[in-house]
């Protein structure tokens, strides 16, 4: 990579999502309908509503949104003209549109010819790289716009700053790991699509901290884990004490020491909350009680 292009790298992550759109006149086949609609932080839930939350949580900058409809129309075509809209969200980092992306692509369906992380369907292409999250909509889900929407995909990516490697999913062991159940938690929002562990950010995440969750099949049966890492081992005691004394009502303790607590969830599952060092080990729906 040349040290200019390494520079253009550098500035596109901090360059308004809007900049890496697909020109007006995109391959001579699409074109702008009207100008790009820009939302930062303060109006975010003018354009998505009851959603706006997660974004926000993990770490949510500025979002372009932009449609697209074909330079030509078909000739004689009945009802509404095929379009593409186009969602651009810049992310404070990598780990907030990872996170993003992990909560919203489901099991994934990618296509071969497209090499960043993706899912596509008939009416939707989401994808991640580096801090950026997007969304390439095909609103009629018409299956014969298909390689348009993987064109939109790959002129974006193409104007995107390299992946940096995601170090919290990197510390999950992955023996017995489903990938597609990967999660990042920044706050409650995200928590809660994992375990119910408490009210508010229980994790004391506080919207900075990034903890990583994934699900686990073995030969001891299933249970999903949650790695939380903090700045130092007394942070780390603070949020195991917060976990302790605000732990759901639900949950009933069977055995509780400084380092390590055990509970009993409302499904007769178990789960293991355990501290050492800087880090929060915890395990959920466990079919029988953890040993020592």
Known sequence: M?????LWFLLA???PAASVLPPDGFLKAWKKSE???????????????????LFLEFGFEQLAVQPYVPVTPAAGAAGAPDEFQVEVYRMADAAAAAGIYFMKCGRETPDASFAERHTL?????IFRRERYYVVINNSEGNEKLRAGMLDFARHIAGRLPPDPPLEPVKALPSQGLDKNSI??????????????????????????LTAVAGNY????????????????AAAAQAAFRNL?????????????????LVFLDYSK????????????????????????
């Open 2 to 6: 040349t040290a200019l292009l390494a």
């Open 121 to 125: 369907n008939r009416f939707q292409l």
């Open 183 to 208: 999660r990042l938690i920044r706050g409650p929002y995200a928590l809660q699509a994992v375990y119910t562990l408490g009210e508010g950010d229980i994790l004391q995440l506080g919207r900075k």
């Open 35 to 53: 100008p790009a609609r820009v939302f930062t932080a303060a109006d975010l839930y003018g354009y998505i509503d009851g959603g706006a939350e």
């Open 244 to 260: 302790s004394q605000h732990l759901d009502p639900y949950l009933k303790v069977q055995e509780k020491t400084d380092r390590r």
């Open 269 to 292: 599952e178990y789960g293991v909350i355990a501290r050492e060092g800087r880090r929060l080990t915890i395990r959920v729906h466990l079919a029988s009680r953890p040993g020592a």
């Open 13 to 15: 992550g901090q360059a």
């Open 217 to 232: 099949q073995g030969a001891g049966g299933k249970h999903s884990l949650i790695l939380a890492d903090y700045p130092s």
